[in-house]
């Protein structure tokens, strides 16, 4: 079990600018989660995956985010036109299947800093 | 609205005693509750949860007791030890697979 794995975990870029954001989840977890954490705040959630079918996406996710898991197994998160409130941690998580107790575990996070 | 309340940024605890992390919710559909910890540069690491229908749970020196009536959970961490310094996360769900996290304690054990 190597965990959940995020690329890249740093990343800088210029406003108006596009970039994505790739996890691995736990090998046999079919369960997918975004999260976005910004100074002094905790994580917030962002969308979720079962399987490839992205099952809910929260308010926080505008028009500019878009997020895929094709093939069931790993994710991508894409922000377009980045703007410098974008700035913040993305962190990724996954589960079993097994219903909403099952635990999340977390990646290392993908830090994003928008100049 | 925050809907889950860490309301003291930090606390610290000598080591050796007990360290006492807060926990104030506001939505009554919550019925599942986490903490996690978080180490800087890391994600956060699941500790413990409690189920609704408990008040008590343990995992060794970890416990958390949730009081529904006052909507109020705490982690107990007996002994504590250096190691244990980190920020504390408590999550609740309400029947769905969407954490609410509140915004962190930040915990220090110092010899």
């Known amino acids: 079990d190597t965990g959940v794995s995020q690329d890249p975990r740093h990343k800088i870029t210029k406003r108006g600018q596009n970039v994505t954001f790739r996890c691995d989840p736990i090998s046999e977890h079919n369960r997918l989660y975004w999260y976005r954490q910004t100074l002094g705040q905790g994580p917030e959630f962002l969308t979720y995956f079962q399987n490839e079918a992205q099952l809910e996406k929260s308010r926080l996710l505008s028009d500019r985010f878009s997020a895929e898991r094709p093939k069931g197994s790993f994710s991508t998160l894409e922000i377009q036109r980045t703007e410098q409130g974008d700035s913040a941690m993305y962190l990724c998580?996954?589960?079993?299947?097994?219903?909403?107790?099952?635990?999340?575990?977390f990646g290392p996070g993908t830090r994003l800093l928008v100049l | 609205d925050q809907q889950v309340k860490q309301n003291s940024p930090s606390l610290s605890v000598q080591e050796g005693r007990i360290s006492i992390l807060n926990c104030d919710y506001t939505?009554?559909?919550?019925?599942?509750f986490l903490w996690y910890k978080k180490y800087p540069a890391e994600g956060p690491t699941f500790l413990i949860s409690?189920?609704?229908?408990?008040d008590k749970n343990e995992d060794g020196r970890f416990t958390v007791f949730l009081n529904k009536s006052a909507k109020h959970l705490s982690l107990h961490i007996v002994p504590s030890q250096p190691g244990d310094s980190a920020v504390y996360f408590c999550a609740a769900s309400a029947g769905t697979d969407k954490l609410i996290f509140g915004t962190g304690t930040r915990l220090q054990v110092f010899p």
């Open positions: 939505n009554s559909m919550f019925d599942y």
């Open positions: 998580a996954s589960s079993a299947e097994g219903g909403y107790q099952e635990t999340q575990y």
């Open positions: 409690i189920s609704s229908i408990k």
